[in-house]
């Protein structure tokens, strides 16, 4: 009745339609996280620090869901079915978090704002100018890192770390995330010596 009321050419239209909707079929979306990679060292002497990991900065072309990559010097990709699995700052925070942890073998390493008073002896605060990969894999690292007294007033120190690692596979999302967890690592070291 409705395809009489609409005429053949419409009935037709609507008919190729539902046929194209319920044959296409959506590609899955990947979704990918950062992890720890610093190795354990012993706590020399004394109590362990009490360290505070601020928030991370990012440039906004970082800040979404999808994985970037750059194309050339001026051009990024936006990976259309390659997501994080939560936001990249907070992934960020967690893993320098538990590479400190690792690195200055102490339990109190957290990220800030906290809920609860605990007095810190020192925080730590990230900007992050780049952190993608290339069109060959090479990941690159590009941060500036603070450390600040335990009330956050006073600078105690701070630099820049530059770091490139490759992929192991230049067009493999899991190879990437690979090699940005390690350039995390050897951040996390950096900023475990200063300290």
Known sequence: MLLKALGSRAAFVVIGFAMLVGCTVSQPTNFYTLFDLAESREQVDGEPPRLGVASVNFPAY???PQIVTRRGSNRIAVAEFDHWAEPLE???????RENLSSQLGSDL???LPLRRNLPLDRQVEVEIA??????RGEVVLDANWRIFDGGGGRMLGGARSVIREQATIPDDYESIAEAMSLCLALMSKDIAEAL
């Open 109 to 111: 390493v957290v990220a």
């Open 90 to 96: 907070t992934t960020v925070v967690r893993v320098l």
């Open 62 to 64: 970082l800040d979404r």
């Open 130 to 135: 780049r952190f993608d990969a290339d069109e």
